[in-house]
């Protein structure tokens, strides 16, 4: 059997066998040594020691009872005003705020409005004039032409006038020679003497050519006259 040293933390003391280790009272963490060990151990290590330990109960742990928190002081102040003058005092100032906002934002809303109003008005007076100007210009566009028309129409006139005064004097021209040419021929044609017969039909050929002339010009004078009566009629 083993003897074995035991050490208080000052002092080793020993050796003792195992009756005279229980009555030491030694426990777990009692350090020991003996014969054959390399270094102190606890005496729980060794276990030809267990059976003489002497348990010892763990300390109590006394548990310190929680602090009472303080009994809370119902405040019926705020900012040092009744909670309901408080709350009644917020509420009317969140709609004096809310009505400031509102008026605001429908000031600002018709200002808006009225601009656009005010520059749509403009655009629309802009255009009445552009078009005002316009129909003024197509007035006076129609007025030239009219007058313009009326210039050609009166210039047309006066020069079919003219030419019509023309082709009556031409055929009163022409007529009165035509007369005088009808009368010839039959002069000629019954006058024999001092003449012989080439002359005499030489001179009735040359004046029938003189009264053909004349019945052609007089034929291009008529129509020539007719289509400007009618063109004067359609002018009228």
């Known amino acids: 059997m083993n003897t074995y040293y035991i050490h208080n933390g000052n002092e080793s003391s020993g050796p003792f066998g195992l009756e005279e280790l229980k009555n030491k009272k030694i426990t777990h963490t009692t350090p020991v040594w003996c014969q054959g060990m390399e270094d102190w151990k606890n005496a729980g290590e060794v276990t030809e020691l267990k059976s003489i330990l002497m348990i010892v109960p763990p300390p109590i742990k006394i548990v310190s009872p929680e602090p009472k928190a ?10 040092g005003i009744k909670k309901s003058y408080f709350f009644l005092a917020s509420g009317l100032f969140v709609l004096i705020i809310g009505t400031l906002i509102f008026n605001v934002a429908q000031e600002n809303r018709r200002a808006d409005l009225e601009q656009k109003n005010s520059v749509t008005e403009k655009d629309n007076q802009q255009y009445l004039l552009q078009q005002k100007e316009i129909e003024e210009q197509k007035q006076q566009l129609a007025e030239q032409e009219r007058i313009e028309a ?4 009166r210039e047309r ?9 023309e082709i009556k004097k031409t055929l009163a021209d022409d007529y009165y020679n035509f007369e005088i040419l009808k009368d010839k021929l039959i002069d000629v044609s019954g006058f024999k003497f001092f003449r012989t017969p080439d002359e005499r039909n030489e001179e009735i050929n040359l004046i029938q050519n003189h009264i053909q002339t004349l019945k052609n010009e007089i034929e291009k004078l008529e ?3 007719n289509q400007l009566n009618l ?5 009228h």
């Open 70 to 79: 303080p009994k809370e002081v119902k405040n019926h102040t705020v900012l």
């Open 150 to 153: 009326e210039r050609i129409t």
């Open 157 to 165: 006139k006066e020069t079919i006038t003219s030419r019509l005064s």
């Open 223 to 225: 129509e020539e006259s």
């Open 231 to 235: 063109e004067l009629e359609r002018i």
